[in-house]
């Protein structure tokens, strides 16, 4: 299937039964996808006249419980970050797609890597953080949809999956999720449904009850994910001299890299975050700096994003160079390889 | 000795004290919306949508089930509740900054698809919780703390008419602009309320209800000035009446 119907149709499967969104290359086959596929599960679709609205439009929808999910890229998600604030502080679930395109601006439609920072560390403005996962391949993609959701609605707090157009566009053979039922949102003990019976329930974006135990809550959750949640693709670390760690499309592409270098006689691990928050930090702080020289960090942007919580994670202890692919360049295998190669003989590591 | 009751507070409010400013009709609208959903016997069954601004307040005096949206975006988090509990009643509740600044695209696209909900729009041409700055409905020659002392429609043009703006797209079904200045204007605002919600229950499409209101605190006038200033200026200016009522009503 082509990703971006894979994508959408996993939403649906697990559940998903609301969709607003807004043109814009390259994810607008979701959309076009959801606005086929909502009405024959009895869900709804809607194309907002803006960002904005599409985002707002799955902040109500999700209000009354239903799963609810819009898509975007980059500048896109930039106008959807008011009400992602709003959802946090909400409490309110919902599941984001970016589709990285090249920026800053309107940049070009090449994937990109260069949300890293806007999703990971800030969506929106007031300091909360949203989970955020980076699939490499549309199996991942599809696998990871009903964690999402789930997550989200056990957290009561968006979610987003960090993608790009590569992995949109690509066509790939995939096993979707069984179709389960919509969630029973008169089962909810939160949503909104008129107070019948029951005292009214506010979902307001101010702090309730108080500033003080709105934040530790907060930053308990955070802490409750780095120890439950965090997700990450490791491989022959154990004997590893050097380990290349990077997600998504660029993680596809340092697989193969990676494999070529083994040819060479060098002991090559893989880091692959699957979520970027929580970030596999101990994945990084486990590696002995005894028999790991090098850490290489491949990223779809330049300056590096991941390098930091890279960096942070390893605290020094083990030394880390990115190989910086300017936003907006989709960079072939050789680009990699051969930039991983130059940082090895920089470095002055080798194969046998 | 037995009492009947003649006049008691609505049951879907609060019995907090408001904090609007004294004289303000926000008050008097809450209560006229209240009054309508207990009448429809709704209390229970209504989801409300609160905006940014003054308006906001009401968020602390009703007993339904409620969420606030972000600034100017409560058409687009009302009609999806709605689309999402089509059996419940879905109303907005907005100023004037909120609905015809920052949210007038939200505002005109949800018209303009006919959801079925109730917009109620506040209009009391000034940013009221702010501070008193210039909306798109200030008047011609009133002051504000942005637009000096006499808006200048040679540099910020002239007053937006929301609900001749509305009435220009085919999907809305009930469109009326009303007044809180005086008893009897406010018992016609009630009833405008009510036909928009009964509307709503019946399946029959999006309606819009502006209250033309106050504000003495940014008007600096006393509160009885203010009901004057509706009188005298702005009820010229945005004409009171039902633009659009459906057949059946």
Redesign the interface.
């Known amino acids: 299937m082509e990703g971006c119907e894979a994508i959408a149709e996993a939403a649906v499967r697990v559940g998903c039964?609301?969709f607003?969104g807004y043109p814009i290359t390259p994810q607008t086959e979701v959309p076009e996808y959801m606005s086929r596929r909502m009405p024959e599960v009895g869900g709804?679709f809607?194309q907002?006249?803006?960002e904005?609205?599409?985002i707002?439009?799955?902040?109500?929808?999700a209000?009354?419980g239903?799963y609810a999910m819009t898509s975007s890229s980059s500048i896109g998600i930039a106008l959807k970050t008011?009400?992602i604030s709003?959802l946090a502080a909400?409490h309110?679930p919902a599941v984001i797609l970016n589709f990285q395109r090249g920026g800053p601006g309107i940049g070009n439609i090449t994937a990109s890597q260069s949300d890293y920072w806007q999703c990971v560390k800030g969506p929106g403005s007031g300091g909360h953080r949203c989970m955020v996962f980076s699939p490499s391949t549309l199996q991942e993609c599809v696998d990871i949809m009903g964690t999402a959701f789930e997550r989200s609605q056990r957290d009561r707090n968006p979610v987003i999956i960090l993608l790009d157009g590569c992995i949109g566009n690509i066509r790939e053979a995939v096993e979707l999720p069984d179709m389960r039922p919509a969630p029973d949102?008169d089962a909810s003990d939160w949503c909104?449904?008129?107070?019948?019976?029951r005292s009214?329930?506010?979902?307001?974006?101010?702090f309730r009850p108080d500033p003080k135990t709105c934040a530790e809550q907060a930053c308990a959750m955070y802490e409750r994910w780095q120890k439950e949640d965090v997700l990450v693709f490791e491989e022959a670390l154990a004997d590893a001299e050097v380990v290349l760690t990077s997600y998504g499309t660029a993680g596809r592409i340092v697989n193969s890299c990676a494999r070529r270098l083994r040819d060479t006689g060098l002991r090559v691990g893989i880091i692959r975050p699957l979520t970027l928050n929580p970030f596999p930090a101990a994945s990084f702080s486990g590696l002995d700096p005894a028999a790991v020289k090098l850490v290489i960090d491949v990223e779809m942007t330049k300056p590096a994003q991941m390098a930091e919580d890279v960096r942070l994670a390893l605290n020094g202890r083990i030394p880390v160079k990115s190989l910086e692919i300017p936003s907006g360049v989709l960079p072939t295998d050789e680009d990699i390889y051969e930039g991983i190669s130059a940082i090895l003989q920089g470095e002055g590591i080798h194969g046998i | 000795m037995e009492f009947e009751y003649i006049y008691k507070k609505p049951s879907a409010l609060t019995s907090k004290a408001n904090s609007y400013c004294p004289g303000c009709m926000h008050s008097t609208a809450n209560k006229l919306i209240a009054e309508v959903l207990e009448e429809l016997d709704m209390v229970g069954k209504t989801i409300a949508v609160f905006p940014v601004g003054c308006a906001v307040l009401s968020a602390d005096y009703f007993l339904t089930d409620m969420t606030i949206a972000a600034h100017g975006r409560a058409p687009s988090v009302a009609c999806d509740i709605k689309r999402c509990r089509p059996d419940k009643l879905v109303f907005a509740y907005q100023g004037d900054g909120d609905l015809s600044s920052i949210g007038m695209c939200e505002t005109i696209h949800t018209a303009n698809r006919g959801e079925n909900i109730a917009v109620i729009f506040i209009n009391n041409a000034i940013f009221g919780m702010t501070g008193g700055q210039m909306a798109p409905t200030t008047l011609v020659g009133q002051a504000s703390t942005t637009g000096g002392k006499s808006r200048n429609p040679d540099d910020v043009g002239y007053p937006v008419k929301m609900c001749e703006l509305i009435n220009q797209f085919k999907a809305p079904k009930y469109i009326a602009r009303f007044a809180m200045d005086s008893v009897p204007h406010i018992r016609d605002a009630k009833k405008g309320i009510r036909k928009a919600f009964e509307l709503q229950l019946n399946g029959g499409g999006y309606s819009f209800v502006e209250l033309i209101s106050n504000c003495s605190t940014n008007w600096k006038t006393t509160p009885l000035q203010s009901l004057e200033f509706i009188r005298e200026k702005m009820i010229p200016y945005y004409p009171l009446g039902e633009f659009r009522v459906p057949e059946e009503m």
Do not use: W
């Open positions: 039964r609301f607003a709804v809607l907002g006249e803006s904005i609205a599409a707002n439009m799955v902040y109500g929808a209000a009354t239903t008011e009400c709003y909400a309110i949102i909104l449904s008129g107070c019948e019976g009214p329930r506010q979902l307001l974006p101010y």
